[in-house]
């Protein structure tokens, strides 16, 4: 079921996300001390979620265990450390 946001709650959103998904905590205070000219006043949503957010603080798998190792100091070793990528 989605969520039906006021005008003022989408306004909000936008705010959100013009600068840089910050915290909804930060943007109170910022908006609270005028410190953007022509800022409207935010108020902490009760879903403050951001799906974007959330994707963001993911965590990320580890790398696989390594098939070979270096023997001597500086020995040069190839390694994949970007993929499989889909495309």
Not at 43 to 65: A, V
């Amino acid at each position: 079921m989605d969520h039906v946001y006021s005008e003022k709650e989408d306004e909000d959103w936008l705010w959100h996300k013009r600068l840089g998904h910050i915290k909804f905590d930060n943007l109170v205070k910022i908006t609270s001390k005028g410190e953007i000219r022509d800022i409207p006043s935010i108020r902490k949503s009760p879903n403050s979620i951001c799906s974007s957010c959330q994707k963001g603080k993911l965590t990320r798998s580890t790398f696989k265990t390594k098939e070979y190792h270096s023997s001597k100091p500086l020995e040069l070793v190839h390694t994949d450390l970007c993929g499989p990528m889909r495309t």
